[in-house]
């Protein structure tokens, strides 16, 4: 029945017990006043605590966190450190649950106060012979339907303002804004090979408090202060199909300067070009599409060779798989595994070597076949046969594209057309090997410590020629 008909019947029953009945309808407000402002100061610190957990639990359960704490961590310690946030948890759950449950027997007790006011109010009038025994049984039993859609109203306000406490977590999301933008008009890139051009690029990572949110850090607030500049002034062109080394002492910037190139972060001054284009002027796809990267690290998700390999592109046919496999010198490999393309590698799956990795992470970019390839080689020494397998694999995947690689082997700066050297992030040489080391400066010291065999110093090995570049038929995309 709705709300005005019972209040109507009800005035008409007895206007006194009705009228005392709706003095008590604030008393339904006072529970969830009460509980919400509690309930609201319990989940944002349950909200708090779990991400402190979660954050944790990637860190520690991940492969190679899990290898750190094995190695260097104290076990008493990392034990002692999950309980406490574990511990904070289930009290804070405890908490939030029993003080629901006290603001459902408030609700519960306020109703039934206000039942037992309509008996006591009605037996007075009754027995005074105001109003009959009857009426005062049915003013109760109307009541019920008076108060019922109000308990129920007080208990969505309660879930409203819990809700609102997940919701100002996702809007601190939502309102980070991206550091990165697509431009509303992209341009396009010509055909061929392209050239990459940087112009007086100068770069700082941007602020803590740019890139994350201080109500997911441990910190309560984040620093708010840019870094120093990481690039400064840096220009260079690499010229289309053609292979540039870059090198430099650990902590150049080097890996800085290449994640510029696909956009992973924009340059606070100066500009970098692909094909002529600022890639500020590029569609997301289109670099997607035209700069391919192959990391240290060489990542694979925990999933099927299939899987890893198709993500650069989804179309691809176990055909133009296994051809990947097969230039990027691993196909032997992959035969070899339990399930061919269907083993799942990665941290929890079928563990790889890292010359391994590296090589299925050189398939992945031969599939996705962009026209620019940015390699960071991997630092580790890989035995003959694997450090042999790599460079063919390598060879590969250059030909005919415009290349930039952050170079730790002999073999790469000698194939390079130039080699680019960035000291505390300013280019400070570029030219040939030969040049470079007849011109006896920074290059040459970085080579004699960093590049230099033994045989080598005296000029005694021959130089292996570069791989002859060739624009690669496979570059052309349909
Ligand atoms: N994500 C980041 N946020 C802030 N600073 C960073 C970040 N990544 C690197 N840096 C800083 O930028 C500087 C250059 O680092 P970068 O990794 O580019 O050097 P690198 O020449 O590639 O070194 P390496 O040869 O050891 O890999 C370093 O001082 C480093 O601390």
């Known amino acids: 029945m709705p709300v005005a008909v019972t209040l109507t019947v009800m005035f008409r029953l007895s206007w006194q017990i009705t009228a005392a009945a709706l003095l008590l309808l604030p008393l339904f407000l006072l529970p969830a006043r009460v509980m919400g402002g509690r309930l609201t100061a319990l989940m944002r610190q349950t909200a708090a605590c779990h991400s402190s957990l979660t954050a944790l639990m990637t860190e520690r359960f991940s492969a190679p966190g899990a290898g750190l704490v094995k190695l260097f961590a104290d076990p008493e310690a990392e034990s002692t450190g999950f309980t406490a946030r574990a511990t904070r948890i289930k009290e804070l759950e405890v908490r939030s649950t029993v003080s629901q449950f006290l603001f459902v027997i408030a609700l519960a007790l306020v109703s039934a106060l206000a039942v037992a006011l309509v008996y006591g109010l009605g037996g007075y009038l009754a027995v005074t012979g105001t109003i009959r025994a009857g009426t005062v049984v049915t003013l109760a039993l109307l009541l019920r339907e008076l108060y019922d859609p109000l308990t129920r109203l007080a208990g969505t306000r309660l879930d409203l303002i819990t809700a609102l406490v997940g919701f100002e977590r996702i809007l ?7 550091l990165v933008t697509e431009p509303a008009h992209p341009k396009q890139l010509p ?10 690029v100068t770069f700082a990572y941007p602020a803590p408090d740019q890139v994350s949110l201080a109500s997911l850090e441990d910190a309560a607030t984040l620093d708010t202060r840019g870094g120093e500049d990481v690039l400064r002034k840096v220009s260079f062109r690499i010229e289309p199909g053609t292979l540039t080394a870059l090198v430099g002492p650990s902590g150049a910037g080097k890996s800085t300067l290449a994640t510029l190139i696909p ?23 289109t670099l997607r599409r035209t700069v391919g990267m192959v990391t240290q690290d060489s990542h694979l998700f925990h999933d099927t060779v299939r899987a890893n390999l198709t993500l650069a592109d989804p179309e691809a046919t176990d055909e133009d798989l296994w051809h990947a496999l097969r230039r990027a010198r691993v196909d032997g490999l992959v035969r070899s595994l339990p399930e061919g393309l269907d083993t799942v590698v990665g941290e929890r799956g079928h563990r790889l070597s890292g010359g391994e990795r590296q090589r299925l992470t050189i398939a992945r970019v031969l599939l996705a076949r962009p026209r620019v390839v940015i390699l960071d080689e991997a630092t580790a020494h890989l035995d ?11 060879t590969e995947a250059l030909q005919g594209r415009t290349a930039l ?4 082997r002999l073999a790469t700066v000698r194939a390079a057309d130039r080699i680019l050297v960035l000291e505390a992030g300013e280019l400070v040489e570029s030219g040939t090997h030969d040049a470079l080391l007849a011109a006896d400066g920074a290059y040459a010291r970085l080579y004699r410590t960093q590049f230099a065999e033994p045989a080598d110093i005296g000029g005694a090995v021959s130089v292996p020629a570069p791989p002859h570049r060739t624009p690669d038929a496979a570059l052309t995309r349909p």
């Not at 601190?172 to 991206?178: G, S, T, Y």
């Not at 055909?191 to 007086?200: K, N, R, T, W, Y």
């Not at 001054?269 to 692909?274: A, D, F, K, L």
């Open 384 to 394: 003959a046969h694997a450090e042999a397998a790599v460079q063919e694999a390598l």
């Open 191 to 200: 055909a061929g090979p392209l050239p990459v051009e940087f112009d007086e």
């Open 405 to 408: 690689v952050i170079a730790h």
């Open 263 to 285: 956009r992973l972060y924009d340059t606070d001054h100066g500009s970098v070009r692909i094909g002529g284009a600022d890639v500020r002027d590029l569609s997301f796809a």
């Open 172 to 178: 601190e999301v939502l309102d980070l804004p991206p």
